[in-house]
């Protein structure tokens, strides 16, 4: 039952989304009749999505086959999910695939190019000039946020590497490492060499 | 030797006995009250857990595009809705109701949610059900099976109207497995629910009702009994929330 209930929050969120969204809802439709199964173990559950123009179908069961199956570990399946990067997560080897990857692929792009017009919503409640001034205001406040971020980011890392020297700058603690995989290469041989002179002769060359 | 009119023959009303011709017309009464507000009581009284049932039998429904589905005693709607989208364009469902006011509201809130085309509308008596022989995939029945006089004979109607192959899911209230949820749920059910009722809608005996017919309902193996001997076959039965509702689930073969 727990899960049943997130599948319905997700899929409900989902859902008021897209509605903000007719071109994701367009191409949702084109994806109707497709089942795809997502298998995560650890914990372990499954998800069928089932996508349509009012956004996708998420249930614990389905019976039916599906044409695409992803099973990953929750974290990866998470990472996929979050990842800027997606094409890099879906190298990790935790990761299989099986059937129509090609659906999975179209459902990834069109999450990727989904884009919520706020601004049409809020128009709808409150007229197109009030909705515009809160969404001008909005994205400035995102953009002074992004900046803010970024800028804080730069200075505290500034401040430890090079003003309090408590951390070491990127350049310097990957020699660091180098050095160190080196000096374990060394050690290793080393070890190696050890074990044999430790070995007694057992003849075979007198 | 003379056989009893149905005037003659009684059955029972909740905790009361009534003469079968005067039940219909009772539960009728029932829903005309509630109808308004139906959906409001069921979140208030289940705690939104209802939805989570009807979820669950949408799961086991095995519904897929194309499909036509009969959904029985439908009332305002939920499994429809669902059902509307997951047989799509070229599949058909039809919300059944015997009570007009149940069937409007359900109408009204369907259209209202945009959902058209591949819905229809029907009053139609369980026991007396208006289509050809084998003619839906599935059939789903959500707490409507206790309020039918001749339960047996409406088993025997779904049979008939569905598929070879076809399902039927019942969802219903049913029997708490543990001693102590069942004492706990008839605390609630006969103090709480009544004055729920009367709170919201002004009608307390309807839901003094709701709470006798859950109670005078056929537990999960009798029904599963009456499913068999109307000729389902593979009949199981899934309990939720610790068996106060309990989905049961035949083939027709």
Known sequence: ?206 | MTDKSSSDRTTHFGFQTVSESEKAGKVADVFHSVAAKYDLMNDLMSGGIHRLWKRFTIELSGVRPGNRVLDIAGGTGDLSRKFSRLVGPTGEVVLADINASMLKVGRDRLLDKGVAGNVRFVQADAEKLPFPDNHFDCITIAFGLRNVTHKEDAIASMLRVLKPGGRLLVLEFSKPGNELLSKAYDQYSFTMLPLIGRVITGDAESYRYLAESIRMHPDQDTLKGMMEEAGFARVTYHNMTGGIVALHRGIKP
């Open chain 1, 1 to 206: 039952m727990p899960s049943r209930l997130l599948l319905a929050g997700v899929e409900r969120s989902l859902a008021l989304a897209i509605s903000q969204d007719p071109l994701t809802a367009q191409r949702l439709a084109a994806m109707y009749g497709r089942v795809i199964l997502i298998r995560s173990s650890a914990p372990t559950m499954s998800i069928y999505v089932l996508p349509d123009d009012q956004g996708l179908s998420l249930f614990s069961h389905y019976e039916a086959e599906p044409d695409c199956t992803l099973s990953a570990p929750a974290s990866l399946l998470a990472r996929l999910a979050l990842s800027s990067d997606r094409q890099q997560v879906l190298k990790d080897g935790q990761l299989e695939l099986s059937g129509d990857t090609q659906v999975l692929v179209q459902l990834q792009n069109i999450f990727a190019d989904l884009q919520i017009d706020g601004e049409a919503a809020l128009a709808r409640w409150l007229g197109p000039v009030a909705a515009h001034a809160i969404g001008s205001l909005a994205r400035s406040g995102r953009d002074w946020l992004g900046g803010s971020r970024r800028s804080l980011q730069q200075s505290v890392a500034e401040y430890l590497t090079e003003e309090g020297q408590q951390l070491v700058g990127r350049a310097e603690a990957d020699t660091a490492a180098a050095r160190i995989h080196e000096l374990r290469l060394q050690l290793d041989r080393l070890d190696a060499r050890v074990q044999r002179l430790l070995q007694p002769d057992n003849g075979s060359d007198a």
